[in-house]
């Protein structure tokens, strides 16, 4: 059983562009999760979706940030005209139930850098 | 402001045990608690779970008080291979809303 999937591992952008990071869950879970990590920081909480489904998205950014998880295919995040601040490692998680009486699985991140 | 904290960092040396709290006063009422290790560049790893009382598995041991508004994680006879950041989860109640959220993080640094 693979573990949680995510790509690129390493994503490098201009300022303005756009970065998309896709996440796929563990085979038979239907919850993700997204976290930012800021450097020489902590995990942040940005948004949870199931599939078709944003449940909470109270720590994204109001603007140049989305997300979605469809019915098929992987999990993205979706970050429009970047800036340099935006720079840092995004995490993915996933569980089979709600996060919190359920186990999150994190991928390996992806790290996006912006010039 | 519900907020989960923890000690920045800690040092310990081969062979000792590894006591490390995190307080979580806003704790939602379902929500378990959860801990995660981080080494540089990779993915928070799952360590244990656990709602109320002690839990223990192949690698550590989870103690959550009556009230949970705190829990400790405990790592027995620590080694090198053990330094890493530390990091606890949980869901808090802020206001009506559930967040979630991780500690601040404990670097743990084993020494020889």
């Known amino acids: 059983n693979a573990g949680v999937m995510q790509n690129p591992r390493h994503l490098v952008r201009r300022r303005g562009q756009e970065a998309r990071l896709r996440c796929s869950p563990m085979?038979?879970?239907?919850?993700v999760y997204w976290y930012r990590q800021l450097p020489e920081e902590g995990l942040k909480f940005m948004v949870y979706l199931q599939k078709e489904n944003i449940i909470d998205e109270s720590g994204m950014p109001k603007e140049r940030f989305s997300a979605e998880f469809p019915k098929e295919g992987p999990s993205i995040l979706r970050i429009q005209q970047v800036v340099r601040g935006d720079s840092a490692a995004y995490f993915c998680a996933s569980s089979p139930n709600r996060g919190g009486t359920d186990t999150q699985y994190f991928g390996p991140g992806t790290r996006l850098t912006v010039l | 402001l519900a907020k989960t904290t923890q000690p920045i960092s800690m040092d310990s040396y081969e062979g000792q045990e590894v006591n490390i709290t995190c307080s979580h006063n806003?704790?939602?009422?379902?929500?378990?608690i959860t801990w995660y290790q981080q080494f540089p560049s990779q993915g928070p790893r799952f360590i244990i779970q656990?709602?109320?009382t002690k839990v223990t598995n192949e690698v550590a041991s989870l103690f959550i008080p009556a009230d949970r508004k705190s829990s400790t994680l405990s790592l027995p006879r620590v080694s090198l291979s053990d330094t890493a950041v530390y990091y606890c989860?949980?869901?808090?109640?802020?206001?009506?809303?559930?967040?979630?959220?991780f500690g601040s993080g404990t670097q743990l640094t084993v020494l020889p």
């Open positions: 806003n704790i939602a009422t379902n929500d378990y």
């Open positions: 656990g709602y109320k």
């Open positions: 989860l949980v869901g808090e109640l802020s206001g009506s809303a559930r967040q979630l959220t």
């Open positions: 085979k038979g879970h239907s919850h």
